[in-house]
């Protein structure tokens, strides 16, 4: 049977829908304050160590993100950790809550397809922290006006722009590796429970069992092992495996963004430092090169989850 009009048809009214479910949700609220108060103390101690520097560093604005003070980690660092969080927080019940209410077979039973349904259910979920994001963005801009008195520059901005917009997709995959698995399982326990050790899995497990698997697939040579030295290959390989995990890939993206001097991601062999100055911070655009590998790959992971997603939603029974 052919289906008529658009697929996407109601996806605006589900979005907003969803948006306005979000934004108004105590869970929502929950986890809002818990990142903006952490964020904040660690600016706070982050401004305190800035302030001795504040004449001498062009880039003052973009320390405030990455800049720690003990036992505080850095700003960056509480993003990486707490937007997973928000993420499975919003898609953990996106579907299952709507079978377990029994709403999901009222819902469809509107002019509304599947396929409008789970994209709005996405795209209200990424708006929201989207919204969250920026309003952060705009409180660290805020607080190094308040405090440091330096008006960031423009690169300083765009940067931070575009950071923010990598963060939005680091929240991606999480979000849609929570609505797959909301797919996945009826129980909305279950499907937080596995969204939360898969998190765990890859951010704190899985680092170290990509150094331990690349000595087994490549391993070092015997001559560099005595002397204390890393094997090209076996790093390349390790670093190969770690960027299986989101965590990495955003970790490489800030990186390159918010410090200038990157030049490489990994390790860094001579032929890379002819020429180059030590120290000098690289243009935005050659910066932006060097990111883009992993930012895509974070992209990437968003698509394929998503796409996993809607292809488990369009096989299932969802009659009540």
């Not at 949700?25 to 160590?49: C, H, K, N, P, Q």
């Not at 001498?56 to 993100?65: G, M």
């Not at 980690?73 to 990486?80: D, K, N, R, T, Y």
């Not at 995990?245 to 490489?264: C, D, I, K, M, Q």
């Amino acid at each position: 049977m052919r289906r008529e009009g658009s697929p996407w048809q109601g996806l605006g009214t589900v979005m907003v829908k969803e948006l306005a479910d979000h934004l108004s949700s105590a869970r929502m609220r929950v986890l809002e304050w818990l990142i903006v108060l952490t964020a904040f103390a660690s600016l706070y101690g982050a401004v305190d160590r800035l302030r001795e520097t504040t004449a001498e560093d062009p880039f003052l604005l973009l320390k405030l993100f990455t800049v720690d003070r003990s036992p505080l980690p850095s700003f960056v660092a509480i993003l990486g950790f707490l937007v997973p969080l928000m993420a499975i927080g919003l898609g953990f019940d996106a579907v299952n809550g709507e079978h377990n209410r029994r709403t999901l077979s009222r819902i469809l039973a509107q002019p509304i397809y599947r396929d409008a349904l789970l994209m709005g259910k996405f795209l209200a979920g990424l708006m929201t922290l989207g919204i969250s994001l920026l309003c952060l963005w705009l409180l660290v801009v805020g607080l190094s006006l308040f405090f440091l008195g330096v008006p960031p520059g423009g690169e300083e901005i765009a940067r931070s722009l575009i950071f923010l917009g990598v963060t939005l997709a680091y929240a991606g995959v999480w979000l849609a590796l929570a609505i797959l698995l909301s797919i996945v399982f009826r129980s909305p326990a279950t499907a937080a429970l596995v969204a939360l050790g898969i998190w765990l899995f890859l951010s704190v497990l899985w680092p170290m069992l990509a150094g331990a698997l690349a000595q087994i697939l490549a391993p070092p040579d015997p001559r560099l092992a005595l002397l204390g030295l890393p094997s090209g290959p076996t790093i390349e390989v390790q670093q190969l495996l770690a960027r299986i995990s989101p965590n990495t890939l955003y970790g490489e993206v800030v990186l390159a963004l918010l410090s200038p001097t990157t030049r490489a991601l990994g390790p860094i062999y001579l032929d890379q430092l002819q020429g180059a100055v030590v120290g000098a911070a690289l243009p935005l655009r050659e910066s932006l090169i060097i990111a883009w590998p992993p930012a895509v790959g974070l992209i990437a992971g968003t698509i394929v989850l998503f796409v996993a997603g809607y292809v488990v939603f369009q096989r299932q029974e969802v009659r009540a």
